[in-house]
């Protein structure tokens, strides 16, 4: 947690609050209190453990790694085995929106990228609590991007 009140300069009310707001979001995911329509813009939840206690997420732009398939193991996830979907879409805003969804071994975690491979592009990650904060050091130390949030995962 230090990690992510140091980087971010938020302070631990801040932090908890941001990780009341996240677990009450992906928990409405899961036992149905979510619109419908909505519901339908995070099926990426589907990968992902639906009895975590806490619940945080992350997203960087115009991401890269030295190496993809190390940094996904490092996250305890197999890219051969642990493919929730591969989506292709076309929406108002862009002509084809491609995302590939990953969850990890223990289903602690998912994370989407636009891009398989050493530049991602996006990269957005949600989980367990304890894993998004194991998850964002290894981040740190791996990856370059343009903008990184906590709290939320969308830059597109």
Known sequence: ?????????IDENV????KK???SFVKSYFDGTMDSKARLLFSYLDGIDNNCEEYLQFGADKCAVDNFFDFCKDLNIDTQQNLLRI?????KFN???KGFHFYS??????FTCS????????????????????A???FCKRARYDEVSFGHRDFI
């Open 87 to 91: 989506v292709n879409e076309k929406n």
């Open 21 to 23: 707001d996240i677990t």
């Open 105 to 110: 071994r223990d289903k602690k975690l998912t």
């Open 1 to 9: 947690m230090e990690k992510v009140l140091d980087f971010f300069n």
């Open 115 to 134: 891009t398989v491979g050493n530049y991602m592009h996006y990269f957005g990650i949600t989980g367990e609590a304890n894993e998004i904060l194991r």
């Open 136 to 138: 964002f050091e290894i």
């Open 15 to 18: 932090f908890l609050s941001i």
């Open 95 to 97: 002509d084809c929106l």
